[in-house]
């Protein structure tokens, strides 16, 4: 049996990384404890269930995962999903719904570890970026708006933008002017504080490590701020809506309570919330793992998230995955090993069993600007300028993706985009690119025809095939030739050279076998020229050679100089 | 305005050609007659609605259509996805499943207009050609047993092949031996005069040709006899199930009835048939217009099924095509232009002016015989004997699509193909073949090391790639190059060799622009050599080349002796 991931690391521990990653655990544990309880209340969930989630799935991946700095557990896009995917089976408050977050952890969890096993890390590769990144910028705009609703002080709900438009539309008479004022004053606060906080500090002659770190402590001042002044002014007789009393104690260790039509409902978006999730994740891990020049496996992350999942379904909590800000903090406050995370699980259970009577005043609109700061971090419109300048099958794709999650929510959006993507790539390289090709004057080089002066016989057609031959292409390929022969007469040999056709599958094969039998028909004889070695080991394989009228060279200047001194 | 595609064989019409098409309308007409009435049958459908789709919607293709030869009308394959797509909204026999079918005709013709008028011909090139036959031996198979019930003259149904095989064995010990026998007796004589008859009356001194209409005349006058027989006999009161009556005259002009729901079931089937319908027929059209340097206009051809379905859908038919046994029969008898599919059109107006009383007494075991012996040449198991022996994936694809077919139903069966041929390809190409490379002594020529003799550098590492790089690949770039780079020491250059390269897409621009970041921060520099024309174009509107630590050489060995001669 292999080792477990975390042997990497425990065996190595020593007081020095222990040192570092107290620092780091205690800077996340802060970060983290609004965070939990934000992305709760974005799932519709009790703000505890967002602790429970940040506990144990931590120490899981600790375990299990390859990553030393990612920091795992509620994230803001796989939050909205379980929001989304939850609300399709439940009604939000009632013990179903929460059941049924804990039901699409396990699943989750579950497909995750399964795909592990099987080494399946490769899917992540159907998701091309542009895509992910249209995806989570279309998700930051919804999860955005709908925190309006809370920022206002008012009832609206809705999966879509127009559904949240709408909502919000109806119901903005009734904005609860508090509630709005303490949400304006948080926003300002917190987005001031983290473009400009730090360097103030550093100006004021504080070093610049102290200074980030009072900088990343913002947040928790701003909660503690807002719930001393929603107790002195008793908001909460004013309309302003309080987290209110969060069970005090660690998570019971309780096993999913499972219902089989729950579970059909819910296995497509625990697919997605999985492959979601995993690719945020990996991302993360990867990006920081280059920095220091350390390897994230794909299937022990499948693995590791598997698990962390599991935990999270065993210990009441929901869907978790890697957090891009959190784990870039404990990235930059010197985290060293996966006992950074660890440690960060003890900073939360703490907090869940003695700091939550001290939350019963915390204004849930202080929750919902941290959760509207945070994503607007994940909010990139570049991507799609970037990619109208470089592409238009990749500009499509995202706009595709954006337009659907925007207004038909994050499951079909996300679907959507992995088909559009694929879609394109297909159709990108169904007419593939080709070139009537002669010899360059005094060389062995061929060219295109209508790029360079080269010489061409009145007796022989070359193509160059500048595209691998499979289904997709296999009918042009016929129509290439076709149309090339009836603009020329007195062709008696065809010459087809694939020196850029890196595969021929068995429809391409059958395409190339009615050509042949077609040129045949009118007399002219059909040859390849400079056919890889691994296209050439499949067409072995086929009928196609036993059936070739004319042969197979290895280089196009060979085939010309012996195809010229027989006629 | 373009012009209508039947001026082109209008405008040359003369009494030659009129005659030619008078032969080849009679000889079809004489097969379609049995043809129309048992692929009603199959299709669950009274024995009229067969004649129906067999008049309109052949005028409707002669109008529109761009095949000279194919013969529209109710096809094996497509009356099965009708009985299976109808099946699911209504019970067979009742009026509502007569209104299904002719709706689903509605929307496949519409659909296919549809596709035609945005010039979506090309979609059928994501149906590989395997996966097609797969399909169709499938759809063969299930055919087949579906009519063992007649033949046995027993009642059973399903749409798979555990069903219908269960269903069978339940009923088998009802077997009715009249309508065995009368089966029996039909399948040996059409079976053997398929394959010996035209032989024979050639060695009997007949001229082929006219040997071979009189073989073809052998379903007809299997009907004739059986239907004497049935006559005769009293065949009715002994269990044979018969035709029956059939209503006399022409189908009147009627105007689909139209219901929500039913549309919405059947839209999604109706887009299979239309898809299944044209893959087929294009096929048929291209194959027979090669032997004659006809072309087929694939956009133009949906346009023509699209009309011939409307029409068939306006006349009180279901689902039609262009079906291959058919086309070939025609083909072979001389037909010139699509008059003789009008002229067709006519003997079947004809028949189902006058002769459907005399079909009174025809035994429906005749007709269930007649759809076994036509469908036997779908089968085709061959198909996956060579895709074995070609290649794995493509071999995957049939079988996946054969089993799903036969186990989960047609449109199962036909959409999984599609996506098991969409995902093994984009799997095939996910991890590209790479190969580092050195030069080989004495020339400019750069080739594998580990398959040649060649010199490399210490400090430069050449990596040819062969496959176009896009998001399906792109991770795996990024890791070959760190993999490759681990394993050496002192490299300061990495040249990426790109002649196979035919297209970069924006995910892996952003992935080289990874290795180009992660390669200098370890102080190695990325080069690029030979990258094609367009690949270069598209590059140029990217951040890579700004970004890139080295340069891009037109040939790798410009790259090499620069490198060389500066370190």
Redesign the interface.
Same mark, same amino acid.
């Given at each position: 049996m292999t080792k477990l991931p975390c042997w990497n690391w425990l065996r190595l521990y020593n007081r020095q990384t222990l040192g570092s990653d107290l620092v780091a655990a205690m800077i996340v544990t802060i970060m983290l404890i609004p965070q939990s309880l934000a992305y709760a209340l974005l799932a519709g969930l009790p703000p505890e269930m967002g602790l429970y989630a940040s506990i144990l799935p931590l120490i899981a991946y600790a375990i299990f995962g390859t990553s030393r700095t990612l920091s795992v557990g509620p994230v803001a896009v796989v939050s909205l999903m379980t929001a989304t995917a939850v609300g399709n089976v439940a009604q939000q408050g009632t013990v179903d719904y929460a059941t049924a977050a804990i039901t699409l952890a396990l699943l989750s969890g579950l497909i995750l570890l399964f795909l592990g096993f099987i080494r399946f890390g @490769?899917v &992540?590769? @159907?998701? !091309?970026?542009?895509?992910v990144s249209g995806f989570i910028t279309a998700s930051g705009v919804l999860i955005a708006l709908s925190q309006l609703s809370h920022i206002l002080g008012v009832a609206a709900s809705g999966k879509t933008l127009p559904e949240l438009a709408f909502s919000l539309a109806t119901v903005i008479g009734a904005t609860n002017p508090y509630t709005l004022s303490v949400g304006l004053c948080c926003l300002l606060i917190l987005h001031w504080s983290r473009g400009h906080l730090a360097k103030r500090l550093e100006r004021l002659g504080l070093t610049p490590l102290l200074a980030g770190a009072l900088a990343k402590c913002v947040p928790v001042a701003v909660i503690v701020m807002s719930t001393l002044i929603a107790y002195a002014l008793e908001l909460d007789a004013r309309g302003v809506e309080l987290v209110g009393a969060i069970p005090q104690g660690m998570p019971a260790f309780s096993q999913p309570h499972i219902e089989w039509t729950v579970i059909r409902e819910l296995i497509l978006p625990a697919l997605l919330v999985a492959l979601i999730g995993f690719v945020e994740s990996v991302s993360v891990g990867r990006t920081l793992g280059?920095?220091r020049r350390e390897?994230i496996d794909a299937n022990q992350e499948l693995i590791g998230l598997g698990a962390a999942n599991l935990a999270s379904a065993f210990s009441g909590g929901f869907p978790v995955t890697g957090g891009f800000s959190r784990s870039v903090v404990n990235f930059d406050a010197g985290a060293k090993t996966q006992g950074a995370s660890a440690l960060t699980a003890v900073g939360i259970a703490l907090t869940a069993l003695f700091l939550t009577p001290a939350l019963y005043y915390l204004p849930k609109v202080t929750l919902a600007a941290t959760i509207v700061i945070a994503v607007s971090t994940l909010i990139d419109w570049k991507i799609i300028k &970037?990619?109208w300048?470089?592409?238009q099958?990749?500009f499509m794709a995202i706009v595709i993706t954006i337009v659907l999650t925007l207004t038909l929510g994050v499951e079909i959006g996300v679907m959507s985009g992995v088909g559009a !993507?694929?879609s394109l790539?297909?159709? =990108?390289?169904?007419r593939?690119?080709f070139a009537i090709v002669g010899t360059v004057p005094g060389t062995e080089h061929y060219r295109n025809i209508d =790029?360079h002066k080269v010489l061409t016989h009145h007796n022989i057609l070359s193509i160059r095939i500048?595209? +691998?031959l499979? @289904?997709?292409?296999?009918? @042009?390929l016929e129509e290439i030739v076709d149309t090339e022969l009836s603009q020329r007469d007195g062709i008696e040999h065809v010459i087809l050279m694939c020196?850029?056709v890196?595969?021929i599958?068995?429809?391409a094969?059958?395409?190339l076998q009615?050509v042949n039998s077609?040129l045949l028909?009118r007399g002219v004889k059909l040859h390849l020229s400079e056919v890889?070695?691994?296209v050439m080991d499949?067409l072995k =394989? +086929?009928?196609l050679l036993l059936q070739l009228s004319g042969n197979v060279y290895l280089s196009h200047h060979a085939a010309v100089l012996e195809l010229t001194q027989k006629s």
């Open positions: @490769f &992540t590769n @159907f998701l !091309s970026h542009p895509v280059a920095k390897r &970037t990619a300048d470089y592409d099958a990749d !993507s694929i790539h297909l159709y =990108r390289t169904m593939p690119h =790029r500048d595209e +691998s499979y @289904f997709a292409n296999a009918a @042009f020196p850029a890196n595969m599958d068995l429809s094969v059958e395409a009615e077609r028909e890889k070695g691994p499949a =394989r +086929s009928a």
